[in-house]
């Protein structure tokens, strides 16, 4: 009963801190959204306003105090630019206390279910991490949509700019017909240049957004042709081309090393395994690794052991292009 009255607790406190923080935030929208709306009747078409309205202002929080805090720190800077990439409506603060939210209803269930503070301990740093696990990955999956797309942005841009577009009318052009996520990356793009960044500040805030190594070979030759002059039309042709050769030396080298990978694999679980069989058979032989100091040091050795040979087979055929 004890544990219900506290979980219940918990839950109540965790469910009023998310909507304090929903309240702000929404409030917070409200306002950039009624900005947006003026600054748009002049600066922008209404096919823009739907990015403009998302914007968090590069604030990350809606609270004074807090806002003023995390500006200073590194590390919150480059969380915000790690949610920028993953796409998410979301500020550094309010991630933050989601990954507050998720130890602390881990540390609960570790320590008032199971009765033990180490464990809830170690649940609570689990669940921490899983929250930037997902954001992380959210960001890696919508860059590598983003670089699936871009050959055929430069298409669709070299062919306007053979029209006779300028640059900004073959982005605008792109940003109207491709989908997203680089649709809304090139709306940005076009918000930055019509609120007064010059078009290499904004190709630059471009590439930086999106964290791309294919984007940045876009971003170079576009700076280089602003720079020196040339045919634009032929350099993203060329681009194209290139990212091109890029992505099939890709697919040669991931056929080429997936037998290697599925090596690495099977020798990384030989020992799991071998131990699940041994502890299957004589399992009084292998509780020894749990109940004895010496078989325990031996297990945490195997364990490091076994993820540094997985980390080293990792590396040797993570091939670079």
């Not at 096919?47 to 919150?76: H, K």
């Not at 603060?93 to 008032?112: K, N, Q, Y």
């Not at 010059?198 to 964290?211: D, H, Q, Y």
């Not at 109940?291 to 325990?296: I, K, N, Q, S, V």
Request: positive net charge.
């Amino acid at each position: 009963m004890e544990i219900l009255i506290a979980l219940s607790v918990f839950a109540a406190v965790s469910a009023g801190m998310l909507a304090l923080i929903q309240g702000v935030t929404a409030n917070a929208t409200a306002t950039q959204a009624r900005l947006a709306k003026v600054a748009g009747q002049s600066l922008m078409p209404e096919w823009q306003l739907s990015q403009a309205v998302a914007l968090r202002a590069n604030r990350m929080s809606s609270i004074g105090w807090v806002e003023r805090t995390l500006s200073g720190l590194d590390f919150a800077k480059g969380l915000d630019l790690q949610i920028i990439r993953a796409g998410w409506q979301m500020r550094v603060s309010e991630f933050l206390a989601t990954c507050g939210l998720t130890g602390g209803v881990l540390f609960m269930l570790g320590a008032l279910l199971l009765g033990h503070l180490a464990i809830g301990a170690l649940l609570a740093a689990f669940g921490i991490y899983i929250p930037y696990f997902l954001l992380r990955r959210a960001a890696k999956r919508r860059k590598a949509k983003i670089e699936r797309q871009l050959v055929e942005m430069l298409v669709m841009m070299s062919s306007a700019l053979q029209a006779g577009f300028s640059l900004l009318q073959a982005v605008d052009q792109a940003a109207r017909q491709l989908p997203e996520p680089i649709a809304g990356e090139l709306r940005q793009f076009m918000r930055d240049t019509q609120v007064g960044s010059s078009v290499e500040e904004a190709v630059i805030e471009l590439g930086r957004r999106i964290g791309s190594y294919d984007l940045d070979i876009v971003v170079t030759a576009v700076l280089v042709q602003r720079n020196v002059g040339g045919n634009l039309s032929e350099i993203l042709d060329n681009v194209a081309h290139t990212i091109r050769e890029r992505d099939r030396i890709k697919g040669e080298i991931q056929t080429l090393i997936a037998e290697q990978k599925m090596t690495g694999m099977v020798i990384s679980l030989i020992p799991v395994v071998i131990g699940v069989i041994f502890f299957l058979i004589n399992r009084a032989y292998m509780t020894l690794l749990f109940t004895e100091p010496m078989g325990r040091v031996m297990l945490v050795g195997a364990v490091v052991l076994e993820v540094c040979g997985a980390l080293m087979i990792r590396k040797i055929i993570n091939i670079e292009v």
